[in-house]
């Protein structure tokens, strides 16, 4: 893609020059002309007054027929024959969105011999499951279901597809998006339906949270987003309902997938498994030192627990970065949530606002935390977490 400058037609006002935020824009001989820095964003095309500057057309941008795209997708993220959860939660949101548009939704599930999880697929809402299955697609590579993913939306034109803000769905979601020429929106916080529109509306946070913005797609298809796990909640599941099993015969072969799986290794994840978590004691800069850090450890160990930490106390290096809560760490969902000396900050909350009920020790009683939290202790962490021990404690000897 290229921006056009019509020679003829430009008058040398520079006005590109100035309008263009990457520096890219210069005059020879009284004309504009474009550098290597040149990014085609479009900036100079709204800003000539004369209208000799385009945009050169290309596959992406060409008025694409938007009525033959229906339906909503979630890509069905397994791992050792399992669903992970946020393509259960994405399932239960997706339901929501076809049901306002009055569409179907289907699961996309990729694998070997995985035709038995379609089951939970349905359960979880899903009218229809798009089965690709071989041995190349036993374990997730980025060439194998980037060019999968690519061919069946080619094929069958969904609407809107949402993909799990994993690892995995992180890599996939960007990739498949640029090969059909359409936007995504990374890490979104809410899905709706714009009422204007009728487009999805993705909210996620922008300029470091501080706001949310609202992003629509108009102009291609599919409309893309990933959302992060326990963002929502996961669907009571129905065994009772059924679906249609599309089975698609994959083009790729395997000599076509660059990388080989070798080996799955479990890297400390049992020990910090905050998106299953049930419970959570997170620990915040109010904790003071290292050593204080204990308190947290010993109160999550009471309660069958696992540690959180906010970014300052992960930045303080009193917990590695795997433990962080927030808009930059994990978005969690558990039962319980405990922050202790954690202020409350717009990014922490981010990651944490979900959780079933919040519980807040902080000293300052008019730290932001309390106005998210259900009970809140004002005090010291270092007087109230050695009594709540102890009580529990108590009461899981009784
Ligand atoms: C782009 C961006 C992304 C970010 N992502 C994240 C993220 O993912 N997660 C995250 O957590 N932050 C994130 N942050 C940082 C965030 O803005 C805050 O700086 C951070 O959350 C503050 O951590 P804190 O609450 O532990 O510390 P502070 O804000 O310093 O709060 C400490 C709290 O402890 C209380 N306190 C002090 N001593 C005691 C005591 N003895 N007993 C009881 N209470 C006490 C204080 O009253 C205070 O409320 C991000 C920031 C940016 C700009």
Redesign the pocket.
């Known amino acids: 893609m290229a921006v056009i400058i019509n020679k003829e037609e430009c008058i040398g006002c520079s006005a590109c020059i100035n309008s263009c935020p990457f520096g890219a824009m210069v005059m020879e001989a009284d004309k504009a002309c474009t550098t290597d820095a040149c990014t085609v964003c479009g900036a100079c095309v709204d800003a000539c007054p004369v209208g000799a500057i385009t945009k050169e057309a290309t596959e992406s941008s060409v008025k694409i027929d938007k009525d033959a795209y229906k339906d909503v997708w979630v890509f069905i993220e397994h791992v050792e024959g399992e669903i992970r959860n946020v393509s259960h939660e994405l399932l239960g949101e997706g339901r929501k969105l076809a049901d306002a548009k009055g569409q179907k939704l289907a699961g996309v599930l990729i694998g070997d011999g995985v035709e038995a999880l379609a089951k939970q697929v349905f359960a979880s809402g899903a009218d229809k499951v798009y089965l690709i299955e071989g041995s190349e697609f036993k374990n997730y590579s980025t060439d194998g279901y980037t060019a999968v993913f690519t061919d069946l939306i080619n094929t069958y034109k969904p609407s809107v597809i949402l993909i799990g803000a994993t690892n995995d769905g992180r890599d996939l979601g960007p990739r498949v998006a640029c090969r059909v020429g359409t936007g995504l929106t990374a890490d979104c916080t809410n899905l709706g339906i714009d009422e204007q529109t009728g487009l999805v509306a993705w909210t996620r946070p922008a300029f470091?949270?501080n706001i949310m913005a609202t992003i629509l797609c108009p102009e291609h298809r599919p409309q893309m987003g990933t959302v992060r796990p326990k963002v929502f909640k996961k669907p009571v599941q129905d065994f009772n309902r059924t679906g249609e099993i599309v089975r698609v015969t994959s083009k790729i072969k395997a000599e076509d997938i660059r990388t080989k799986f070798i080996e799955l290794l479990q890297v400390s994840a049992a020990s910090c498994n905050l998106e299953e978590a049930e419970v959570i004691v997170s620990g915040?800069?109010?904790?003071?030192k290292l050593e204080n850090f204990q308190l947290i450890e010993e109160l999550a160990e009471v309660l069958g627990g696992t540690v959180g930490?906010?970014?300052?106390?992960v930045d303080a290096g009193w917990k590695p970065a795997l433990h962080?809560?927030?808009?930059?760490?994990k978005t969690v969902g558990p039962k319980i949530y405990i922050a202790?000396?954690?202020?409350?900050?717009?990014?922490?909350i981010?990651?944490m606002s979900s959780s079933d009920i919040i519980i807040a020790?902080?000293?300052?009683a008019d730290?932001p935390?309390f106005k998210v939290a259900d009970y809140g202790i004002v005090?010291?962490?270092?007087e109230v977490l050695p009594v709540m021990i102890t009580e529990f404690k108590k009461l899981r000897q009784a």
């Open positions: 470091g949270g915040g800069r109010g904790m003071c930490a906010s970014r300052a106390a962080q809560v927030g808009q930059t760490g202790c000396g954690i202020s409350g900050a717009i990014q922490h981010a990651g020790i902080n000293k300052d730290a935390i005090g010291d962490v270092t």
